[in-house]
């Protein structure tokens, strides 16, 4: 079913971010300078790296079929989505700053020439999303900002706007308070887990989570090793005799 009311506070949303000017800075983490070299008495030079972390996923493992099915169901509409989740991320703390120096006339001129720029930019591929990519979109909006769409659009806008959008939300079966929480949500984790993939397979440009969460800890209890299920499992039916 295509969205023809509800992404209307997604173009609300990006109208408020997109606008800024977004560059992705390029830094060599290889680059060389006196502090990243050690010098030894016999006049030899090493030069130190401090080389980026390696992130080695484990194998998902399903339950079924089904379970298969719905994965690569959720990942389709991830690939989808995150680029505009990650627009969000980019510029969120750069749209703080820049309001921060404008008056309150400023910030309403300001708006409007975001409005007509989304309008014509992003408009016209917000209103091809599904309900499912919209609930998705708004997950990864509270990954990439560290806030939900309700508390950005409470924050910006005022909260009767916020609320209501929630409620036109509703109908749609979508949940603008909703949050991303892989740490306690099995499918979060699944999100989490795709985007680290694509972020290795260069697929996604990678963008650090809000949230404070890290992937290594995820996998300690989500990721499921067959060998220490299976002694678990015996440990458990000894307890049991």
Known sequence: MKLSMTNRYYVFILLMIAFVHYAYPQSDSLKLNRENIILYPASDSIPVFNLDSIV??????FNNYRELK????IRRR?????????LSGDNVQKLDERLAKMTRRQRKRYMRIVK?????EFEP????????EGR??????HRQTGQTVYDFLKKYKSGWTAFWYQ?????????LKVKFDPVHNKEDYWIEYMLQKAFLNEI?????????????????????????????NKLQKIKTK
């Open 56 to 61: 080695i996923l484990p194998k998902m493992h």
């Open 70 to 73: 719905h994965y690569w169901w």
């Open 78 to 86: 991830v690939y989808k989505v995150y680029p505009f989740a990650k």
């Open 116 to 120: 007509r720029w989304i309008q014509k």
């Open 125 to 132: 591929k917000l209103k091809n999303l599904t309900q499912s």
């Open 136 to 141: 998705i979109l708004s997950k990864l909006f």
């Open 167 to 175: 409620n036109m939300a509703k109908l749609y079966h979508i949940d």
């Open 204 to 232: 996604l440009e990678p963008q650090p989570n809000k949230l404070g969460y890290k992937f290594i800890d995820l996998q300690n209890k989500w990721a499921k090793n067959p060998l220490s299920e299976f002694l678990k």
